[in-house]
């Protein structure tokens, strides 16, 4: 009785699970399927997008086709926001094909399904970090690539948030009465994140703790770097002013012509700026020219020119497929 309810119980859960459709096998020309998948991409219908490029690799896997299949499947499952999927199927095409002309895009994508995930300084920054470094192995691998330099621009956002995890924990601390443990964290963001948005403020909070403690030679060294490097910057401006209310005029006054700290583009999810799969290579453009004249040759009709790939709609005018 009791083998009986488990199994039910068991039963019942996985009737629970939310299936993912798939296409019936029913056996297709190569073309014909991806440009199914393709035209899917289009309409934004992602998922059936994903059930076309699979079947590209079921029933035609050893063809220029289906390794083109894994990086499309990569990118849809990337425009739904299904993340883990579009990391694994990058990770399949990199081991597949590591050497493939395509292949640094499929390190791109990988590093954007990350970038992507991040969520604010006030919570986990596991996937910022996972984010720099699938970044850095981008600019790494292909330093002269387009995708480099998108990569560096978003590597400049990943520091830019880890050091504002690190600038919000010091605030914390300070508002706890801890000004020791807030000074560990200020000195993180100006020694190792000194290009970011936070380093003005965080030389700020330094200057204010070390008055806090009485390390007055601390405090006036601080608001020293941060008026020489940020003369027009609010924060220097408060600095300036805490500094004078407690004796130590700055000898360099506020600038509001000076130079400020940098201001990054508001995070979270950039999809409009993230670039597309690259344009069909050459490889394929010529199965489809071959795969198209065949088949004119049997149907005795004139071949297409171009071949049977649709050149209208968003993706295919964008992604050149």
């Not at 019936?24 to 219908?45: M, T």
């Not at 920054?125 to 330093?143: F, M």
């Not at 394929?284 to 020119?305: H, I, L």
Request: net charge positive; with cysteine; aromatic share 10%.
């Amino acid at each position: 009785m009791v083998l009986v309810s488990v199994c039910l119980v068991a039963g019942g859960c996985s009737l629970l699970k939310k299936k993912t459709p798939t296409l019936a096998y029913q056996a297709r020309p190569v073309e014909l399927l991806y440009n199914a998948g393709a035209e899917r991409l289009d309409r934004h219908q992602w998922t059936d997008a994903v059930n076309y490029f699979r079947e590209v690799e079921r029933q035609h896997p050893y063809s220029e086709w289906s390794r083109r299949a894994i990086l499309m499947t990569a990118y849809a499952h990337y425009e739904a926001n299904d993340y883990a999927e579009a990391v694994a199927d990058a990770d399949r095409f990199i081991a597949l094909y590591p050497g493939n002309p395509t292949t640094p895009y499929a390190y791109y994508l990988k590093a954007i399904c990350y970038f992507e995930q991040i969520v604010d300084v006030g919570r986990d920054q596991a996937a910022t970090s996972e984010a720099a470094a699938a970044l850095r192995e981008v600019v790494k691998r292909y330093p002269d690539s387009e995708y480099a330099e998108d990569a560096r621009l978003k590597l400049d956002m990943t520091s830019d948030q880890l050091a504002g995890k690190e600038m919000t924990i010091g605030r914390y601390y300070l508002r706890a009465g801890d000004p020791m443990a807030a000074i560990g964290r200020f000195r993180t963001v100006v020694k190792k994140y000194q290009t970011t948005s936070h380093t003005p403020e965080a030389l700020y909070r330094l200057v204010e703790a070390y008055l806090t403690v009485g390390l007055v030679g601390e405090a006036r060294r601080n608001a020293a770097v941060l008026g020489y490097n940020y003369p027009g910057d609010p924060w220097y401006a408060d600095a300036y002013r805490l500094m004078t209310t407690k004796g130590y005029r700055p000898a360099v006054a506020p600038n509001p012509k000076g130079r400020r700290g940098i201001h990054l583009p508001f995070f979270g999810r950039h999809k409009q700026s993230t670039l597309p799969p690259p344009a069909e290579d050459s490889a394929v453009a010529q199965a489809s020219d071959v795969a198209d004249a065949s088949n004119a040759e049997a149907s005795g009709k004139a071949p297409k020119n171009p071949p049977p790939v649709k050149p209208h709609g968003f993706v295919h005018g964008v992604l050149g497929l």
